[in-house]
């Protein structure tokens, strides 16, 4: 079945770096667009990084450019992203996805169970 399992979060100070990572297994998973979400206490889930299927030219929110690199390995079915420079509005839990979209417009999406990062002294 499909899964994805994230990995990596934890207890950091401000101005640290935390790296997470996303297993994935059950789909093709050369075939989806990778992102990461987060979603913090009493807030909507946001969108933080994606990267095509191909890889290449990754989008970011502009809360984190500049810190936060997102990146896959197709031949491992892993994504990963790189936190650098972390504050403490970055506290959150984060959240793996993979989506596709069919030929005839059909969607296919997938969420990972989530892992708390806490950015605080």
């Known amino acids: 079945q499909v899964q994805l399992v994230e990995s990596g979060g934890g207890l950091v100070q401000p101005g640290g770096s935390l790296r997470l990572s996303c297993a994935a297994s059950g789909f093709t998973f050369s075939s989806y667009a990778m992102s990461w979400y987060r979603q913090a206490p009493g807030k909507e889930r946001e969108l933080v990084a994606a990267?095509?299927?191909?890889?290449?030219?990754?989008n970011y929110a502009d809360s984190v450019k500049g810190r936060f690199t997102i990146s896959r390995d197709n031949a491992k079915n892993t994504v990963h992203l790189q936190m650098n420079s972390l504050k403490p509005e970055d506290t959150a839990v984060y959240y793996c996805n993979a989506e596709r979209i069919g030929l005839r417009g059909d969607k296919y999406n997938y969420w990972g169970q989530g892992t708390q990062v806490t950015v605080s002294s």
């Open positions: 990267i095509p299927s191909a890889g290449g030219s990754a």
